[in-house]
Every structure is written in structure tokens, then in C-alpha cells.
């Protein structure tokens, strides 16, 4: 993918390179990681909050074993 268009702050830029030295990865390393743990996160609580609405007092439970995958 071509420039993604995205603009980082010099303070977040700065603290990024300064904590990727220390890391010992580049900042592109760096920043991808923390990019896709955002992601991962985002969608975590996404599909729990789903989970929270699915769930009723008058939901039925069904046991892993009786599903027929």
C-alpha cells in the first residue's frame, strides 16, 4: 500500500523514536505493532460488547458438545 495519508504529531513522532531506540526496533516496526494491537483491541471490545447485548435473562444455553460443527 502507497502512503496511507496518516499524520503523526512531532511530540508522538518523537516519543515513538525515542521508545523505539530503546526497544532496539525501527520505528516503523514499532509503530505497525502498536497499530495492529489497537486493531486487535478495537475488535475485542467490540465483539464484547455484542456479546453483552446478546445476552438475556431468557437466552438458552447451549453446551460446546451438543453444537454439530
Same mark, same amino acid.
Given at each position: 500500500?502507497?502512503? @496511507?495519508?496518516?499524520?503523526? @504529531?512531532?511530540?508522538?513522532?518523537?516519543?515513538?523514536?525515542?521508545?523505539?531506540?530503546?526497544?532496539n526496533? @525501527?520505528?516503523?516496526?514499532?509503530?505497525?505493532? !502498536?497499530?495492529?494491537e489497537?486493531?486487535?483491541?478495537?475488535?475485542?471490545?467490540?465483539?464484547?460488547?455484542?456479546?453483552?447485548?446478546?445476552?438475556?435473562?431468557?437466552?438458552? !444455553?447451549?453446551?460446546?458438545?451438543?453444537?454439530?460443527?
Open positions: 500500500m502507497a502512503d @496511507s495519508g496518516v499524520n503523526i @504529531s512531532e511530540k508522538v513522532l518523537k516519543d515513538l523514536a525515542r521508545l523505539a531506540k530503546v526497544k526496533q @525501527s520505528v516503523q516496526e514499532l509503530a505497525e505493532q !502498536f497499530i495492529q489497537a486493531i486487535e483491541n478495537e475488535e475485542d471490545m467490540a465483539i464484547a460488547k455484542l456479546a453483552v447485548q446478546r445476552d438475556t435473562r431468557n437466552a438458552k !444455553f447451549i453446551r460446546h458438545e451438543d453444537i454439530n460443527w
